[in-house]
């Protein structure tokens, strides 16, 4: 069966049923419809929290289709509770984009799913509708002060660097001039749209820790500079009060369940490549104020929404992991290895031995923040057993890491029970969590400092305009903001089809966008768009529905 079929037939429970199992009554529940319902805020115990232990779930570099993340996240979360431990999976929204486009939804794969998986993937409970309002809601704003001849600012257009939002693949929206018509129809200026996983009030619901943070954090957005050089923020346009009220309900943590009937908490959807890439804090604390154990993810592989995970979330939500999974598939290690995409699912142990560097370089990456990381072999149904065993003994070889076999695509629960033993191992043994680099660094040296360290690159070269962006973010005082890369996910380098684990590389940093209200800078590396576009033949093609409703082809 594909993903949505198993989905579709399996038994779903009422979620008042689901939440009675972390203990919530129902009273405090608030349900969007028979599957799904909201967790208010007063349910996070701060107290509780900071006993709980947090694994997280990264990966190697991956293919194009994902490496499984969120399957292994949610197969470790069954795998724990098979052995015994009140554990809960907190994981991040679908967007759209991906859904529609090429790599799919985010709700797991095989029998390691959480569901209902075709509201999850869709619509959900509209925190994406909500962001996106709130976010569009500034820019109607900024341009009705521009328009205003009695209350403008004296905002100069050109500097204007707030865009639209919209949760699509629309390459087409990149680059637009609006405003044309007439006087009445708003001044002409260049601007364009953001996908809304990458838009900063994405990256503010889940980096604030409650609804006073949220306004503050809305408040304190940057939107360009006046005439006379001043910088503007939305605060000075009386936003965020109005944005905030459309977010009161996004706000909250969202509860589903697992295939197997467990709960699970789903909040907040930015991507790993172009924003941080991790779920809300306020998720993340829900569940660590639910259950002993919470298995979360960052997005992409682990010199993307790790390192901001660790380096962003962290410092924000006074988070520190017990425990990080780097998951691996040995058709990804083929990849890196020179397989061609048409022969990674072929046993091909010279291109796993040749591709290996690539797992070895996040591994040696995990180490630098303090963590011997468990890798978790993603197992296909095409992975030979000789390339399981020669990968487990090269992992083993490099200082006892431990690589386990994670079968919860096919299994579930339990083909994770060895992973789940290897992870409590791993969260009993002391591990010293220790941030990349300083906030308070320059802004160039924390650049560094992550481009050199954890992708491996040499010469960083910027261009005028990132320079004449740095001076902007100097000039209002933002410098010591953490770091944000918008960096491909194909490759440590900038270039997508450079392979394995290259090092001595050039990094070009093209702009800066200034993140104020998020709380962090990010530099544009490369050809790097945050706005993405569809494939030749997007998924939406082989997508239908019925005349009773019943949905296919969804992934």
């Known amino acids: 069966m594909t ?63 994902g490496e499984g993340k969120t399957t292994v996240s949610i197969g470790l979360n069954e795998g724990l509770i098979k052995i015994g431990k009140n554990s809960i999976a907190v994981l991040r929204e679908p967007s759209l984009g991906p859904v529609f486009g090429i790599k799919g939804g985010a709700t797991g794969g095989g029998w390691s799913q959480v569901i209902p998986m075709e ?7 509209g925190d994406f509708a909500a962001i996106e309002k709130a976010n569009n809601l500034l820019s109607a704003l900024i341009d009705n002060n521009i328009q205003s001849k009695t209350r ?23 680059y637009i001039v609006e405003g044309l018509g007439g006087t009445s129809d708003g001044v002409p200026r260049e601007t364009g749209f953001n996908i809304t996983a990458a838009s900063e009030v994405m990256a503010i619901l889940c980096l604030c820790t409650d609804l006073e943070d949220l306004k503050r954090r809305l408040g304190n957005i940057f939107v360009g500079f006046t005439y006379d050089k001043k910088p503007v923020y ?36 930015p991507f790993g490549n172009i924003a941080q890439g991790t779920n809300s804090i306020i998720g993340t604390k829900m569940g660590l104020s639910l259950a002993d154990y919470v298995v979360t993810e960052a997005g992409f592989g682990a010199d993307l929404g790790a390192e901001k995970f660790l380096d962003i979330k962290c410092g924000y939500g006074n988070l520190k992991p017990d425990a990080v999974v780097l998951v691996a598939t040995l058709r990804a290690l083929r990849y890196q290895g020179g397989a061609s995409l048409s022969e990674i699912s072929k046993p091909n142990l010279e291109a796993v031995k040749n591709g290996f560097a690539n797992l070895e370089r996040h591994i040696q990456n995990m180490q630098k923040f303090g963590f011997k990381p468990v890798v978790a072999i993603n197992q296909f149904v095409n992975d030979s057993e000789e390339e399981i065993s020669w990968l487990k003994q090269a992992c083993q070889e490099l200082g006892g890491i431990e690589a386990v076999v994670s079968d919860g695509w096919a299994n579930g629960g339990n083909g994770c029970t060895d992973l789940a033993q290897a992870v409590v191992k791993a969260v009993e043994e002391p591990s010293e969590f220790k941030p990349l680099y300083d906030w308070n660094s320059s802004v160039k040296e924390k650049i560094r400092t992550i481009a050199s360290e954890i992708y491996g690159a040499g010469e960083i070269q910027y261009s005028a305009k990132a320079l004449r962006d740095l001076k902007s973010i100097e000039q209002i005082g933002l410098s010591n903001l953490p770091i944000c890369m918008a960096k491909t996910q194909k490759s440590f380098s900038e270039n997508p089809n450079e392979l394995g684990a290259p090092t001595g590389f050039k990094l070009n940093v ?16 490369g050809k790097m768009m945050r706005m993405p576009g569809l494939p030749e033949v997007p998924a939406s093609e082989g997508m239908d529905i019925d005349k009773n409703g019943v949905i296919t082809g969804l992934s």
């Open 3 to 65: 993903d949505l079929e198993i989905a579709q037939k399996a038994l779903i429970r009422p979620i008042s049923e689901i939440a009675s199992k972390l203990g919530i009554s129902q009273e405090k529940l608030e349900p969007y419809g028979r599957f799904k319902a909201k967790l208010p805020l007063d349910l996070i115990d701060e107290d509780k929290a900071s006993n709980a232990k947090l694994i997280l779930v990264t990966a190697m570099t991956p293919t194009p289709a």
């Open 119 to 125: 509201d999850i993937n869709l619509h959900f409970t």
């Open 152 to 174: 403008n600012l004296g905002i100069d257009p050109r500097t204007v660097v707030w865009k639209r939002v919209i949760d699509m693949n629309d390459r087409s929206l990149r």
């Open 234 to 269: 939305a605060r000075d346009l009386k936003a965020e009060g109005a944005m905030a009220i459309l977010l009161k309900d996004a706000l909250k943590p969202n509860l589903v369940q697992t295939l197997e009937g467990n709960p699970a908490i789903i909040h907040g959807g």
């Open 510 to 525: 093209r702009e800066f966008e200034i993140a104020a209200g998020a709380g962090f800078l990010i530099p544009i590396i």
